[in-house]
């Protein structure tokens, strides 16, 4: 926003206060509109420096106000990271459980001489090793194992 324009005598009161007088007394008419010439031509560069600091001191606190909530982003995303990072290594641990698991269930079964006596190492549940043979639930797991085999 644009000040409003002074006029050479309110500049030379303002700038030159000491020395106005003086300064208007020595010099001649010509001598004097040429300081005056140079002095408006001063002053309106002053005044365009005022306008673009006033521009600048705009665009750094546009520019700070984006920084802080930038910031406020990142401290807020570190958190989800830090969760993450806690969750994927939680997920590791179980992962790497389950696959001590599964190996040893795969060795016993592996190491079996019968088929029941792969279904007693190969950890079945006691539950389903009462059932008898054609029970459904000891056929399903029974099916289950024999894929799980077949896979492997």
């Known amino acids: 926003m644009a000040q ?18 003086a300064i208007s007394e ?3 008419t010509e001598e004097y509109n040429e300081f005056t ?39 807020e995303l570190q958190g989800k990271v830090d969760k ?3 969750d994927a290594t939680s997920l590791q641990e179980t992962n ?6 599964y190996d040893q269930q ?4 592996n190491n079996a001489k019968s088929k ?14 009462k059932l008898a043979a054609n029970h459904p639930d000891r056929m399903a797991y029974d099916r289950v194992m024999a894929n799980q085999a077949k896979r492997s």
């Open 26 to 28: 020595r010099l001649n």
């Open 37 to 75: 010439s140079e002095a408006k031509e001063a002053s309106d560069r002053i005044e365009a420096l005022q306008d673009g600091n006033a521009k600048l001191k705009a665009d750094y606190e546009a520019e700070l106000a984006r920084a802080n909530t930038a910031e406020g982003k990142i401290t």
């Open 96 to 101: 790497t459980k389950l696959q001590s698991w």
């Open 4 to 21: 409003p324009t002074k006029t050479v005598a309110q500049f030379m009161s303002e700038n030159f206060s000491k020395s106005a007088k």
């Open 116 to 129: 029941e006596e792969a279904g007693s190492k190969a950890g079945m549940p006691d539950r389903i090793s």
């Open 106 to 109: 795969e060795s016993a079964i």
């Open 84 to 86: 993450l990072t806690t």
